[in-house]
RNA sequence: GACCUCGUAGCUCAGCUGGUAGAGCAUCUGACUUUUAAUCAGGGGGUCGCGGGUUCAAAUCCCGCCGAGGUCACCA
């Protein structure tokens, strides 16, 4: 998997002979690390290959840095959430052999607000340029435009219990804490212009119209905000080599001079932020999209401004591709556009502890789909088989691994499946404790806490998503289906008319008669089945106009038999 | 222009450093005195995108091509 990765000079570092010792210090400690090596290659699951890597770059260290970071634009959307998931898959991994680990995430809130999202009012236009902290909330409530879609995130990540150590870079840029850095960056500002420039294509640097030398003399790796407009629409016209620098306000044509120290207005952009981020907060694994990912793309840059300039290896990378979505009209995924769908969205359909299963399970390079339709029922199904043969002590170590590190605990039971979640809450008008009754009638064993979770997300995925399944009863007798039924079908439904009006004891046994009506002794067991069936399907016409539906007696029993009883007088 | 991922059963996908093609769903058959959006057992179904190469041996490694999706070369 990690066929052509750039290492140059990487590999220099782990030098072959070191790895004994490696080996020999970890058994010290009591972990035994050959015996564990191999039980990872039996999993062989992408996560242990990731966290290998980690432990082969940063040996022993104190405390494992899992990082993962989003700016604020818009809706953090699903595709977003990879960048967490990854992460901390990688954490949970390290933690799983003994090693301290924290995910930390950063909100890029001081980025600059770049574009109107649509769903946003188009007059916002007025804050681009503006940091993300400084532009309003469109809705007027929260402090900022950045706390808008903050504060959706954070809502879900708490939802999932993810326990992420949040770092908010507006904070951290106004308290001063990364001025010398600042300073380290101007000072070795034609360092920064030339390794970007490596980076940078002739024909690229043509069509831009970029000449080499004068982008070397110009370049400041740095972006102010004015503090005439608030925007970062400004030239900067000289550095003193210490603190402090002059710059133009290009919407007011201001000049002053500040002291950054003092007047935290800077910010460093973001091939220079990031790397100097990893140093700062000693981040030891960063999963990217592939924008960032791909070579000359910014994760090159970085990394070599963070080894050229900061003097520190960069992260072990991880690169995702992105999720899909299927089963809602109009997929919009990115978060600077509207109807962008969240985690909170997601968590409306999926489970928590599903929605990481389905994230982490399969390595970051495969793209992967979530449903709105049909198809969450299979990925619910799926997820449900793995989380019985783990209760049942009969997973693999890396399906267990996996359902650990989403959160599934041993003990929990038999989960609703959520096909009958959807079917059964529909006769049961979504309430828990009336379908705990029902499937304790009809002998279905699950557990009390998956009714309650799951009752709800099947209320949603059918009313919001997928009203074509909804199941009703119909409002009036389905004459037009009743007149092509011949005399002795028509017997049979008065028969079961019969029945619904006398006392019905349980559903085994309305089941039982359900199956005796349309038996004949005229008939072999191959005929009788034809007759159940049709019987079945004429019942269900007459009660919901579809030619099944779900199991007749719990239904039959579950339903209002006044109203039943009603359509059924044909 | 460069690069990345994917292409394996009808569908969703496993197949890690090469050793006789796998799972789930779907389908079919059968069983439980019935199977309907709830059970169990069994069966069928694949020239592993195409063409070369390396090898005793290739889904797996190498080269080329085709197809699908995506990223960078502005900014983040």
Request: hydrophobic content about 35%; glycine content about 8%.
């Amino acid at each position: 998997m990690p066929k052509s990765r750039k290492t140059s000079g990487l590999k220099k570092f782990v030098s072959r002979p070191l790895m004994p010792v490696f080996y020999f210090h970890f058994s010290n400690q009591g972990f035994p690390v050959s015996q564990e090596k191999e039980g990872q290659a039996s999993d062989g699951l992408w996560v242990g290959k990731v966290a290998d890597k980690v432990l082969e770059e940063f040996p022993n260290q104190e405390l494992y840095t899992c990082a993962a970071g989003i700016s604020p634009s818009g809706v953090v959307h699903f595709g977003n959430f990879r960048d967490i998931a990854t992460s901390l898959a990688v954490a949970q991994e390290l933690r799983a052999r003994g090693k301290k680990a924290r995910l930390l995430f950063s909100w890029d809130n001081y980025d600059r607000f770049r574009k109107v999202p649509v769903g946003v009012d188009p007059s916002f236009a007025r804050y681009i340029g503006m940091p993300l902290t400084d532009v309003p909330d469109p809705e007027g409530e929260l402090p900022s435009y950045a706390r808008r879609f903050e504060v959706g995130l954070e809502k879900s990540i708490e939802e999932m219990g993810i326990d992420l150590e949040y770092r908010y870079q507006t904070q951290e840029y106004k308290s001063g804490r990364y001025a010398e850095k600042i300073a380290f960056a101007l000072q070795h500002r034609e360092q920064a212009a030339d390794i970007q420039l490596q980076f940078k294509t002739d024909k690229g640097n043509q069509e831009k119209g970029i000449d080499p030398e004068e982008y070397r003399r110009t370049y400041f790796p740095i972006t102010v905000y004015s503090r005439f407009s608030g925007t970062d629409k400004v030239q900067v016209l000289s550095y003193d080599g210490g603190t402090k620098l002059t710059y133009r306000c290009l919407v007011t044509d201001k000049v002053e001079q500040i002291d950054f120290k003092e007047t935290p207005v800077v910010k460093l952009p973001w091939k220079l932020d990031w790397p100097m981020r990893w140093g700062e907060e000693q981040v030891h694994f960063e999963p990217s999209g592939k924008d960032h990912m791909t070579p000359g793309g910014s994760y090159d840059v970085s990394s070599a401004i963070s080894r050229e300039m900061f003097g520190r290896k960069p992260p072990v990378p991880q690169m995702y591709l992105f999720v899909g979505i299927q089963g809602v009209k109009g997929d919009k995924m990115s978060g600077s556009k509207g109807g962008a769908i969240s985690p909170a969205t997601l968590l409306e359909i999926y489970e928590p502890s599903l929605l990481k299963w389905l994230y982490m399970r399969r390595t970051p390079m495969q793209s992967f789909n979530l449903a709105f339709d049909t198809e969450v029922y299979r990925q619910y199904d799926e997820f449900d088989r793995e989380v019985v043969a783990y209760q049942a002590g009969k997973a693999s170590p890396a399906q267990q691994k996996i359902l650990e590190f989403s959160g599934v605990k041993k003990g929990e039971g038999v989960p609703l499946a959520f096909k009958q979640a959807v079917a059964l809450g529909q006769i049961t008008q979504w309430q828990p404790e009336k379908l705990r009754a029902l499937a304790e009638k009809s002998g279905i064993a699950c557990s009390e806490a998956s009714i309650k979770a799951r009752l709800s997300k099947a209320q949603t995925w059918l009313n919001r998503y997928n009203p074509e399944e909804i199941i009703a009863l119909r409002t009036a007798i389905n004459t037009d289906y009743a007149a092509t039924m011949d005399g002795k079908r028509r017997d049979q439904i008065a028969k079961l008319r019969v029945l619904l009006q006398g006392e019905v004891t349980s559903i085994p046994a309305l089941d039982e008669h359900l199956y005796g009506i349309p038996k004949d002794p005229a008939l072999d067991d191959k005929a009788t089945k034809v007759a159940q069936r049709g019987f079945f399907k004429d019942v269900y016409n007459l009660l919901i106009g579809k030619d099944a539906g779900p199991r007749l007696s719990t239904f039959l029993w579950a339903l209002d038999r006044a109203a039943v009883l009603t359509l059924l007088e044909i």
